[in-house]
């Protein structure tokens, strides 16, 4: 009889065991699901507001996507940056309003509240001034996104301006420095000289 009980308590144990493993493994599973569920949905605001502020005209759903300020890494010295929202908008519509864009995925990867796309920008200038500055281009981009509600607040940007005529405006900008400098010993020598003449004239 003791043996009976012994084999029942031990069925339950086991039964009680396997029960215990298998709603852990649900549990375990439901998370990893809403966190694939969550990634997805990060990945695809970010797919939103390159789809339309850089893939199509449609600048005004900038708020969509983008938090009422946001906190903006840059190349050069735009570091830790705090912006309105409306700035993605503005920056876009400089660029529409010179020419045409276009948006080409390359891949798009997601952790946490992260997401990262690396893609290709496409540019056509139509104005002399956006011809000058940026030229007919296609340069690879990477935007780190960080995503809080459903929102963008923090942006790392890494763009490979060197392959654009931007960097023409730092060159521009070096040598008007430079003709700055080389003119102020120029007008002192034409302002010693006249007053030496006038010094000399009987």
């Known amino acids: 009889m003791n043996l009976m009980i012994y084999k029942t308590f031990l069925k339950i144990c086991f039964l009680l065991v396997i029960g215990f493993l298998l709603g852990s493994t649900g549990a375990s599973a439901q998370v990893d699901q809403s966190e694939l569920e969550q990634l997805e949905a990060n990945k695809q605001i970010a797919m939103g507001f390159y789809r339309d502020l850089w893939a199509t005209d449609n600048t005004d759903r900038y708020s969509d996507y983008v938090a009422d300020t946001y906190v903006v890494h840059d190349i050069g010295d735009r570091k830790g940056v ?35 796309t690396r893609w290709t920008w496409h540019y056509e200038p139509e104005t002399l001034m956006a011809r000058l500055m940026f030229g007919s281009t296609s340069i690879p981009i990477i935007n780190v996104f960080r995503i809080e509600e459903g929102k963008i607040v923090e942006v790392w940007n890494h763009r490979h301006d060197i392959d654009t ?8 900008q070096g040598l008007l420095i430079g003709l700055l400098i080389a003119l102020i010993p120029t007008v002192m020598f034409f302002r010693l000289r006249g007053k030496l003449k006038r010094l000399e004239a009987p």
Do not use: H
Request: hydrophobic share 45%; charged share 30%.
């Open 165 to 172: 005529n931007f960097t023409n405006v730092f060159l521009m």
């Open 82 to 116: 705090t912006e309105p929202a409306i700035e993605q908008k503005i920056i876009a519509d400089r660029f529409w309003d010179g020419g045409d864009m276009d948006f080409e995925l390359d891949y798009q990867i997601a952790e946490g509240d992260l997401v990262a």
